[in-house]
């Protein structure tokens, strides 16, 4: 519940987990879990909950470093576990007015989604990359000098 499965269990789930009062009801539920989302109903292999499981290992290994967190408590690590791996990636190293980002899109996402998106993580004052949030963070989170003076974010003035 607070790793393996936070960003893929609905909120209903959730709390019909949490009020399970015995370990075989949530054992029979963690089951049907799995078997909803399993992409051949009744295979002896999930393949999707083995993807699941590789995805959180790495994020883990790769995502973690440095960050000071595990890599899949990080933007990019639940980016990755939700997702999947990008189909593109555009990494910009930086300059003396543009941050340091990367910019990925993918087409491995939900069946909900009928187009690929553009996902932005990008490094703020050389932490790790997180996610940046356009309308919200606003174009000053991509730039490092007067260009964030010029370019507030919406709302701001």
């Not at 300059?95 to 340091?100: H, I, S, V």
């Amino acid at each position: 519940m607070e790793q393996d499965v936070v960003y893929i269990i609905t909120k209903d789930e959730r709390v019909r987990f949490l009020a399970l009062a015995s370990d075989d009801a949530r054992d029979k539920f963690i089951k049907d879990f799995w078997e909803v989302r399993n992409p051949v109903p009744g295979a002896e292999i999930n393949t999707y909950k083995e993807e699941i499981y590789q995805r959180i290992a790495f994020a883990n290994s790769r995502f973690g470093i440095g960050s000071g967190s595990e890599g899949w408590r990080t933007d990019r690590g639940r980016t990755y576990i939700t997702l999947g791996a990008p189909q593109q990636k555009d990494v910009h190293r930086g300059a003396a007015t543009y941050a340091p980002s990367k910019f990925g899109s993918t087409q491995t996402s939900p069946p909900s989604f009928r187009n690929p998106f553009t996902s932005c993580f990008m490094t703020r004052w050389r932490k790790r990359l997180q996610i940046l949030q356009p309308y919200l963070d606003g174009p000053d989170k991509l730039t490092t000098g007067v260009e964030a003076i010029n370019n507030p974010p919406p709302g701001s003035r």
